[in-house]
Structures are given as C-alpha cells and as structure tokens.
C-alpha cells in the first residue's frame, strides 16, 4: 500500500501542468540563479573550493525536498478523508508515502548538480561515499516533521496556517545558503540543535571535501532521531481519532 500510494503521489503531482515533471528541474535552477545574482552583488559568502552555485544548489535541492515533503505530508489526511474514514491500514504510511513522493523528486533533479559539477570543474573526493548516509538522516528527519504535522493538521487546522510561516523560518535557520562558519563557533552546537543544520553540512563535506564538523553533525543526527521518535509519540496518541476529527 506503501508503493501504491507514493506511485499515485508522483502520478498525480505534474498531471495537467504544462511543463509536468521539468518543474523538477526548474525549480532548483532558478532558486540557485536567483540567490547567486543576489549574494554575487551584495555580498560574497567564503564557500571555496566550491563555487558559490555549486554550493547552494547542493542545499537548495535539500531544502526543495523537505519544503516539498512536509508540505504534503502535512495535508496527506486532509486530502484522503474517504481513505482514511472508509478503510482500515496502518495510518502512518499516508504521510511516509508523501515524504517517499518528494524523495524521487530529489532523485530526478540529482543529476542537475552533477551537471553543475561537471560545469565548473569541481571533483569528488572520497569522502562522497557516505553522501548517502546524510541524505538518509534528512529523510528521516523530513519524516519526522511530516509525520507530525500530518497529525497536528487533522486536529488542528491551525496548522495550514502556520506552516508556511515554520518553513519560511526554518529555511532561513539552516544554511541552505549561506555556510555555517558565518556563525560564531560558541553558537554552532546550539546551532545545531537545527536538524537541518550539521546534516547538510555533512553533506556538503562530503561533496566538496570540507573539513566535517563532527560536533555539530552529531548534535543534528541526535536531534533527527529524537525528533523522529517524538513525531511517532505525537502520531500514536492521535491516530485513534483521526477518522473523527477529520
């Protein structure tokens, strides 16, 4: 039921758009050139040895995904109520589905920043081989924060509200753009209190050869868990209910 609900995600997502799945592609591309023409003329940030676009596609693909994700997994009970209120399956797989959905968005627009690589000479190190250990942890960690609010909306419809202010903050708080030696060293682990925050640091460490930054990809991959098993706390003492609230 998994598989078949994410396909239908992915099916329904671009059905009737003009350009249907080249948004995938479109996006990343121009929010990458958009903040590149922005920070190339008023202010320069130190990202060497990766360019500067290199650099924050590599977190702007990230941020898409969890934008994304979140997003629809926040509304997956909302937007299923014969589902969720005729038939009886485990409950959780609604908002992983749309969590796994954006994840192959991700994937497809993968070879976009290899392009980018490709362009302007950049060469992977060794350390890229546990690339995908980090983006695991930021799907665990998506899912998390999806799982949760796919709950909260049923009961509370706050949520719609709020949401998009949570993102527009959050993605400020995490260097999607900006690397994270702008911040003081003392505040970094705090910092990193941000799941996001250590967890696309490493990633970027391991694309681009960075020193890692242990400390602070321990505090994120700590906060990830915890969120993660907090979120499935929130979700099992809801669940009962969401055929009645929604």
Known sequence: MLYFLTYRDIAVRYKQTIIGAAWVLLQPL???LILTVIFSAFSRFETAPAPYPVFVLSGILVWLFVYGAVTTASNSFTGNVNLVTK??????????????????????ALPVLAVFFIYFGVSLPSAVLIAPLFLFFILVQTAAFGIMFSALNVRY???????????????LASPVFYPVSLVPEKWRPL??????????????AALFGFDFDWLLVGVSTASAIFLFILSIAVFRGMEDDFADDI
Do not use: C, H
């Open 30 to 32: 121009v929010s990458t």
């Open 157 to 171: 419809r706050d949520v719609k509200f709020a949401l998009p202010f949570f993102l527009q903050i959050w993605m």
């Open 87 to 108: 038939v009886y399956f485990p409950r959780l797989i609604v908002p992983l589905a749309a969590t796994f959905a954006a994840a192959f968005d991700f994937i497809v």
């Open 191 to 204: 910092f990193a209190l941000n799941p996001l925050t250590g967890l696309i640091e490493g990633w970027r």
